[in-house]
């Protein structure tokens, strides 16, 4: 089944129980439909959990599970996925800017593998033509006529078979969404490194979920945190002539000259410039490889909880 495909029967699930998950569902102007997981309703985790899925069009798991940050009790969101390409990397990555007057928000999604026009296609192919939509945007407002119709056409499809799902970032639903990266960062770091991502056959990944934050700038500082100093990732390769050696130290976050501190004081350093930040950051603090042939296993970097006190209650 194609992503799309996938991503649309997760949908009209969402929306058959949509008061238990407090979503909404509301008419585009201009064509196409916008299911609000936060913006102006209340949204909350389970909305998130499902958010997280549709990014991966429905080929991993999104768990939550008890855990801690510094020792205060914090949720940890677990992800895995036996097709970690597709859904990580063809799906769920947030590759797309959609701007239009004063609206701006990153797509993530499978509509991405529909238009296929990012770069990081003609590496990982898995691009499909199909007749509707669906994709997943980090905002609080409804994407204007002229934006449903730029997907659209991206997408060779009409307006109204255009689906987006909305959650801000300082949200329940947004928050989450964004921590369920975790494996996704690990692969498109690798996929920057060179590594065959062909020889990833399973993943899994946690964070931790943040405080909710005062607003979406706050919000952004707490989930990158989430991921560059609370993520855990563990990747089951097939490395025949055990490229993870010379690859692996790069991998996790702790590469990065702008390791160490918030990235809330790495974003205001930068005057909130995200392409002036080291890109070798957004990364997870720990990565792990399981070779499947030899039985190897190979650890990278670690997390800092010291850093994520400061970051999450502080």
């Known amino acids: 089944m194609r992503l799309n495909d996938r991503a649309h029967a997760l949908v009209e699930g969402l929306l058959a129980r949509a008061e238990e998950y407090r979503v909404e569902v509301t008419d585009l102007e201009g064509g196409g439909r916008m299911i609000d997981c936060g913006a102006k309703v209340p949204g909350g985790l389970r909305a998130g959990v499902e958010l997280a899925r549709v990014c991966m069009a429905g080929l991993g798991d999104v768990t939550i599970a008890p855990g801690d940050v510094d020792g205060v009790p914090c949720p940890i969101i677990q992800v895995l996925t036996d097709h970690p390409v597709a859904a990580c990397l063809a799906s769920q990555y947030a590759g797309w800017q959609l701007s239009e007057g004063k609206f701006f928000a990153m797509g993530s999604g499978p509509m991405r593998a529909a238009a296929g026009r990012e ?149 205001a350093r930068y005057n909130y410039d995200f392409y002036a930040v080291d890109p070798l950051l957004f990364s997870p603090a720990e990565i792990v490889f399981q070779d499947l042939r030899s039985g190897r296993v190979q650890r990278f970097g670690e997390t800092r909880p010291d850093v994520l006190a400061r970051s999450f209650f502080s």
């Open 119 to 267: 770069e990081l296609y003609a590496k990982i192919g898995r691009t499909e033509k199909t007749r509707a939509v669906v994709g997943v945007l980090e905002t609080r407002k409804a994407p204007p006529p002229a934006i449903v119709a730029k997907v659209a056409e991206a997408c060779g499809v009409t307006s109204d078979a255009v689906t987006f799902l909305v959650a801000p970032t300082a949200s329940l639903a947004g928050g989450l969404q964004i921590v369920a990266r975790s494996v996704e960062t690990a692969l498109h770091k690798l996929l920057e490194l060179g590594f065959d991502l062909d020889r990833v056959v399973s993943a899994h990944g946690s964070a931790p979920l943040p405080p909710m934050a005062r607003d979406d700038l706050a919000a952004i500082g707490r989930t990158n945190d989430a991921i560059l100093y609370g993520a855990r990732v563990v990747l089951f390769v097939n490395d025949p002539d055990d490229s993870v050696v010379t690859i692996g130290p790069k991998v996790p976050s702790s590469s990065s000259r702008d390791h160490g501190s918030p990235f809330a004081e790495v974003f």
